[in-house]
């Protein structure tokens, strides 16, 4: 048996809604895009929400509107994918690489708290909702990342690459940040091949990130050609990027959003299985979830083999591709990528939970279709190689 890491679903309306775009005789951004803007922000409940064409592009428009400065710094996760901080680069900004919490690799309030006091000069933050489990922004007793970050004038970029559909305490990740940003990469939970999404409830942010999307242009392309003004009249207000999303990927994004609560359903089928059946495994620590089960929407299940393990990460995995099974690692920390450890000269002694996690972290195959015998295999594997 094969099993692979992830794999896309696409059985839905996604090859009709290409169709009409090829059809339509306009392939880039046009009517599908506006159409899967507005279906994305109502089901995320927001005001405004910009298509463009990856992540990385979102986190790049969102940062930028925050009004982040060359020289500024920024607070970033340290276990995360090396675009949370290389958008605070792209700006001339510095970041500050921050500890995460054993067990669900994420920044927590008191972590944000402890760093704050130790950098009071940082007044943005890159938040990551790693996995797919919403980072404790709210809680009732009014001491989530939200609260501490307004009453500290900190401005917050959510990095939701994983986290779609999401929720914390019933209200959907997306709905209360300053910006958030969403991946529809080939393998997150929904795709479009390539793309993403920025979700914001500030006008303001709004229109500069519209804008900064396509060239600072003071027009939409769409807008272009549908308007009764002359087609080739603009007007440029800043140097802006070109990163607005094409219909013929949008098409993909509206089918796939159609089927996105049942995707995740089916993750978290998976997921509590995974728990169910290795949760006797003295060698493995489970990831560590802390919202209501509903709220996850478990884009990763990564395990860490713990110091009990008597066989290393890498030869987990070798094993594991041997047995013909896809795994994955998330993330090798980022300051041990030689960029950022070379030029902010980062030390491992300083991030000891993420170096904890590195060492044995490994993601297991997670995706909506798995069936029970694709998962029985993964499991039984995973015993076979931990207890020989
Ligand atoms: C995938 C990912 C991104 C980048 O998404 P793209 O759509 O590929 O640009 C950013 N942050 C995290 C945490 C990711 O996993």
Redesign the pocket.
């Known amino acids: 048996m094969k099993v692979p890491f992830s794999k896309v679903t696409c059985a839905g309306n996604e090859l009709k809604y290409v169709t009409e775009v090829l059809e339509s005789g306009w392939l880039t951004t046009a009517g599908k895009t506006l159409s899967f803007e507005n279906k994305f922000a109502e089901k995320v409940n927001v005001r405004y929400a910009c298509a463009v064409n990856?992540?990385?592009?979102?986190?790049h428009l969102g940062i930028e509107a925050l009004g982040v400065q060359s020289g500024d710094k920024v607070f970033v996760p340290d276990m995360?994918?090396t675009?949370?901080a290389e958008i605070v680069r792209y700006m001339g900004a510095d970041p500050v690489f921050l500890d995460v919490e054993y067990g669900t690799s994420l920044i927590t309030p008191e972590i944000l708290k402890k760093a704050i006091a130790e950098h009071p000069d940082v007044k943005y933050l890159v938040v990551?909702h790693?996995g797919g489990q919403s980072a404790e922004m709210l809680n009732t007793s009014g001491t989530g990342i939200m609260d501490i970050c307004r009453k500290e004038g900190i401005k917050v970029l959510e990095?939701a690459?994983?986290a779609f559909p999401a929720k914390l305490g019933g209200r959907m990740v997306g709905s209360w940040g300053d910006v958030t940003?969403f991946?529809?990469?080939a393998?997150?939970t929904i795709t479009t091949g390539?793309?993403?999404m920025l979700t914001t409830n500030d006008e303001m942010i709004y229109n500069r990130v519209k804008i900064m999307r396509l060239h600072g242009i003071n027009r939409d392309v769409w807008d272009r050609f549908t308007s009764d003004k002359p087609s080739w009249e603009y007007d440029v207000v800043a140097p802006g990027f070109k990163y607005n999303m094409p219909d013929v990927n949008a098409a993909i994004g509206l089918a796939q959003l159609e089927e996105a609560d049942r995707f995740r359903d089916e993750r978290q089928v998976v997921a509590e299985r995974y728990l169910e059946k290795l949760s006797d495994l003295e060698m493995v620590d489970l990831p560590v979830s802390k919202v209501l089960p509903g709220d996850h929407a478990w884009?990763l299940f990564p395990v860490v083999l713990n110091e009990k393990s008597l066989i290393s990460r890498n030869d987990f995995i070798q094993r594991m591709a041997d047995r013909g099974i896809g795994t994955s690692v998330?993330y090798k920390p980022m300051h041990r990528l030689s960029y950022y450890r070379d030029n902010y000269q980062l030390d491992p002694l300083n991030f000891p939970v993420a170096e904890k996690i590195w060492k044995g972290t490994v993601s297991l195959p997670i995706f909506p279709s798995m069936s029970k015998e694709e998962q029985n295999y993964v499991i039984d594997e995973v015993r076979k190689i931990l207890y020989p």
């Open positions: 990856s992540c990385t592009a979102a986190l995360t994918f675009a949370s990551v790693y990095d690459a994983h940003c991946s529809f990469y393998n997150k390539e793309g993403g884009h998330h």
